[in-house]
Structure formats: structure tokens, C-alpha cells
């Protein structure tokens, strides 16, 4: 089951063309991390982004729908970092408590986060307790 977070699309968030700027959707999904990471054993201050990557499957506007929802699961964890999936989806489109049909997601993401060790500057190894936790959200099974 994947992580659920809800956003609040703000008449801000839309650009001149009436519908939510492309900017928008790394602050969501960032903040959706943000929040899955608040209760790992790593927590949010030694993990960072590293790669990402984006598809805009259809435009959002704030008067239709404004509300969406983040769907965060884990795609693979390695020795120092693990691929992430998020997909935004519109608030009436995500099955409350299960993973939503990726076809009705608004936005496709994929992102590479790395433990991160500050002091060394350097990556490191997920400690046991960090890796259990991330394979909790692993979307084995699901069709990908």
C-alpha cells in the first residue's frame, strides 16, 4: 500500500495558461517525501534527492479540482539509495487506502534518494532498521 498525501491546489500554483505549472509538481511530490520520510529512521536529515524524473499525463486546474493526492511506494532499494515512485492523481481518482490505477494519475514521477552521510560528505549504507522501513513501502506485485 502506498503512502497517501493530500495537496491543496492553490489558485497560485496555476500559471498563465490557466493550469497547474509543470514547477509545482516537484513542490507536491517533494512535500509528500518530506512527510513518508518524517517517520523513517533516517528521517528527513540524512537522505537526499538525487535523480528525478517526470511525466505530466494531463493538465490540473485549480477551478475543476483542487484537490490531489500523492501515492509514494518504493521500487527498489539498494546498498546506499532506492528508486521511489510517485504519481499525483486527483483526489476522486485515488482509492482511499489502496494503490490507484497509474493510467488516472495527472503526473508520473521516479526519483533516486541517498542516504547521505553530512560529515564524511559521502554516501552511506542503509542501517537494517532504514532498509525495513523502506521495503515496508515496496510495490512488489504491483504492476509497475
Known sequence: MPHRYDVAVRWSDEDRLGHVNNSRYLTYTEDARLSWLADSPAGNGSIILAHTEIDFV????????GELV??????AVGRSSCRLRQDVFHAAD????AAADRARAVARTEHVLVCYDYGEERSRPWQEPERTWLLRWSA???SR
Open 140 to 142: 512488489e506485485g504491483e
Open 94 to 97: 485515488a482509492a482511499s487506502g
Open 58 to 65: 494531463r493538465p490540473v486546474h485549480f477551478a475543476i479540482g
Open 70 to 75: 500523492v501515492h509514494t511506494t518504493v521500487l
